[in-house]
């Protein structure tokens, strides 16, 4: 039974092996030259200086001849020795395919691994810096806050050329793609860092001007959030359950991320009181993170209520709109009279989401070329419109559980937009919006917690890295986002 011991041994253990048996044997070589050295030196002059006619003793010249005839065949002995541990060697580093020093090539998952990892660090990253800019532009002139601003714009750019190869790559690019994202990444993060330190010194040279900038968002905040708890009761019922349910969770999101921010805005303040100024800019930059995306979930409940307005007023239009094209289309889509007629119902029926009823209206003529004119058009952007801003807020405020996917789909769906494309670029940020729903589930719903620790952790407030929920994200890179670390 082979040992353990060597079956765990590393191919290069091997490899170390051979050159220490191929130095041993240089070194017997070289120590038998040396010792054959003085009889060399000896037995030249003794030669030389014996007179020819005198007979020698017998016995002392046969020693000198026998030293001497020892000294070829060691030397051959030697220098074979040599060149067969030479040869040694060279085969056992030929057989392992690589020097020892050189590093393994990634295999194509590990590479795979690796851009899905630098993407939603990335992206995690400029999140984040673009959250904390409007509390900095509070206590900060424009010119002042310029550059980091700037680096905000690099860094965003940068990380959707990555997400923009990450896309051909799926489509089937080969993965000469790979590292392309990874250095795009690399680069929107370097920016970030590089900015990070410069920040701080503007933000934190006295804390309780932040404090005070802090507490006056949340407050504002707080009465936004209860008049969208009242905006969500009228969505209910005029639109129906599903869009209420929709518009509910976001609002039922934002109050968790107050409370949290209350408790945080106790701490910075306690800490000011107390001159703890490192405590108190860590309690506070958590709190400024979780008003931040507080009010993310606010807007989108104001926004969503705009654009189901907007989308019931247009409703009979694109149905009458687009019942014209499909009359002189040639041949009709198949299932598009179907779908016009159970949408004609709905208007009749009861609460509906016109929204979703322009979507499907739009999608079911989206290859008639009428269908990209007049109403249909205004119709289908401003379906795209609601579906981005819809997968963009749940991806903001969840990304501590969401993957490269969704965010890569969403990149997708902004390009596509803006190309424009919009009956594509909803169905982009729909898909966008399943995967992230799919992997929050995946993650797990947070529990009910008092400070609402587990929703800042879930939103990427919070890093996750300690059991009080770890150290608040910063502007920055991957390098500097997460400076502010107890100790």
Same mark, same amino acid.
Request: proline share 6%.
């Given at each position: 039974?082979t040992?353990?011991?060597?079956?765990?041994?590393?191919?290069?253990?091997?490899?170390?092996?051979?050159?220490?048996?191929?130095?041993a044997?240089?070194?017997? %070589?070289? +120590?038998?030259?040396?010792?054959a050295?003085?009889?060399l030196? &000896?037995?030249?002059?003794?030669?030389?200086?014996?007179?020819?006619?005198?007979a020698?003793?017998?016995?002392?010249?046969?020693?000198?001849s026998?030293?001497?005839?020892?000294?070829?065949p060691?030397?051959?002995?030697?220098?074979?020795?040599?060149? &067969?541990?030479?040869?040694y060697?060279?085969?056992?580093?030929?057989?392992?395919?690589?020097?020892?020093?050189?590093?393994?090539?990634?295999?194509?998952?590990?590479?795979d691994?690796?851009?899905? *990892?630098?993407?939603?660090?990335?992206?995690?990253?400029?999140?984040?810096?673009e959250?904390?800019?409007p509390? $900095?532009?509070?206590?900060? #002139?424009?010119?002042?806050?310029a550059?980091?601003?700037?680096a905000?714009?690099?860094?965003?750019?940068?990380?959707?050329?990555?997400?923009?190869?990450?896309?051909?790559?799926?489509?089937?690019?080969?993965?000469?793609?790979?590292?392309?994202?990874?250095?795009?990444?690399?680069?929107?993060?370097?920016?970030?860092?590089?900015?990070? !330190?410069?920040? #701080?010194?503007?933000?934190?040279?006295?804390?309780?001007p932040?404090?005070?900038?802090?507490? +006056?968002?949340?407050?504002?905040? *707080?009465?936004?959030?209860?008049?969208?708890?009242?905006?969500?009761?009228?969505?209910?019922?005029?639109?129906g359950?599903?869009?209420?349910?929709?518009?509910?969770?976001?609002?039922e999101?934002?109050?968790?991320?107050?409370?949290?921010?209350?408790?945080?805005?106790?701490?910075?303040?306690? /800490?000011?009181?107390?001159?703890?100024? !490192?405590?108190?800019?860590?309690?506070?930059?958590?709190?400024? !993170?979780?008003?931040?995306?507080? +009010?993310?979930?606010?807007?989108?409940?104001?926004?969503?209520?705009?654009?189901l307005?907007?989308a019931?007023a247009?409703?009979?239009?694109?149905?009458?709109g687009?019942?014209?094209?499909?009359?002189?289309?040639?041949?009709?889509?198949?299932? *598009?009279?179907?779908?016009? *007629?159970?949408?004609?119902?709905?208007?009749?029926?009861?609460?509906? #989401?016109?929204?979703d /009823?322009?979507?499907?209206?739009?999608?079911?003529?989206a290859?008639?070329?009428? $269908?990209?004119?007049g109403?249909?058009?205004?119709?289908?952007d401003?379906?795209?419109?609601?579906?981005? @801003?819809?997968?963009e807020?749940?991806?903001?405020?969840?990304?501590?559980?969401?993957?490269?996917?969704?965010?890569?789909?969403l990149?997708?769906?902004?390009?596509?937009?803006?190309?424009?494309?919009?009956?594509?670029?909803?169905?982009?940020?729909?898909?966008?919006?399943?995967?992230?729903?799919?992997? %929050?589930?995946?993650?797990g719903?947070?529990?009910?917690?008092?400070? @609402?620790?587990?929703?800042?952790?879930?939103g990427?407030?919070?890093? +996750?890295?300690?059991?009080?929920?770890?150290?608040?994200?910063?502007?920055?890179?991957?390098?500097?986002?997460?400076?502010?670390?107890?100790?």
């Open positions: 039974m040992s353990s011991l060597v079956r765990g041994r590393p191919r290069h253990a091997t490899a170390h092996i051979r050159v220490r048996v191929a130095h044997l240089v070194g017997a %070589v070289a +120590g038998a030259g040396w010792l050295i003085p009889v030196a &000896a037995q030249e002059p003794a030669t030389a200086s014996a007179p020819r006619t005198t020698a003793p017998a016995a002392p010249r046969d020693d000198e026998s030293a001497v005839d020892l000294i070829l060691v030397a051959v002995l030697g220098t074979a020795g040599v060149v &067969a541990a030479y040869s060697v060279r085969r056992g580093r030929r057989a392992s395919g690589v020097a020892p020093s050189a590093p393994a090539a990634p295999t194509p998952a590990e590479a691994r690796r851009a899905r *990892a630098a993407l939603v660090e990335a992206d995690d990253s400029v999140r984040a810096s959250e904390e800019l509390f $900095a532009a509070a206590l900060l #002139d424009e010119r002042t806050l550059p980091f601003r700037h905000v714009h690099t860094a965003r750019t940068e990380l959707s050329a990555a997400f923009a190869l990450w896309h051909r790559y799926e489509e089937g690019e080969p993965g000469q793609a790979l590292p392309g994202i990874v250095g795009r990444c690399a680069e929107a993060g370097r920016v970030l860092d590089a900015r990070a !330190g410069e920040l #701080d010194r503007l933000r934190w040279a006295e804390v309780g932040a404090l005070e900038v802090a507490e +006056g968002a949340f407050r504002r905040l *707080a009465a936004r959030a209860a008049d969208a708890r009242a905006t969500v009761t009228e969505l209910r019922e005029r639109y359950p599903s869009v209420g349910a929709r518009v509910a969770g976001c609002a999101e934002a109050m968790d991320r107050l409370v949290f921010a209350t408790a945080r805005l106790n701490e910075a303040r306690r /800490a000011v009181d107390l001159d703890e100024q !490192g405590r108190a800019v860590r309690q506070l930059r958590a709190a400024e !993170g979780s008003v931040a995306q507080a +009010g993310i979930l606010v807007a989108g409940v104001d926004r969503t209520a705009r654009r307005r907007e019931a247009l409703v009979p239009a694109t149905l009458t687009a019942e014209a094209v499909l009359a002189t289309a040639a041949p009709a889509p198949s299932g *598009a009279d179907d779908t016009l *007629a159970v949408v004609r119902e709905e208007l009749t029926a009861g609460p509906y #989401d016109p929204l /009823a322009l979507r499907r209206i739009t999608r079911a003529l290859r008639l070329p009428g $269908a990209r004119s109403v249909l058009d205004t119709a289908a401003l379906v795209a419109r609601a579906a981005v @801003g819809e997968a807020d749940f991806i903001s405020v969840h990304r501590g559980a969401i993957g490269a996917d969704p965010r890569s789909l990149a997708a769906a902004v390009r596509t937009l803006a190309a424009p494309h919009p009956v594509e670029a909803a169905v982009l940020a729909r898909r966008a919006l399943e995967l992230a729903e799919r992997d %929050v589930r995946a993650h719903l947070p529990d009910s917690d008092t400070q @609402g620790t587990a929703g800042a952790v879930l990427g407030v919070l890093l +996750g890295e300690e059991p009080d929920g770890g150290p608040p994200v910063t502007f920055g890179g991957p390098e500097t986002r997460g400076r502010f670390r107890t100790g």
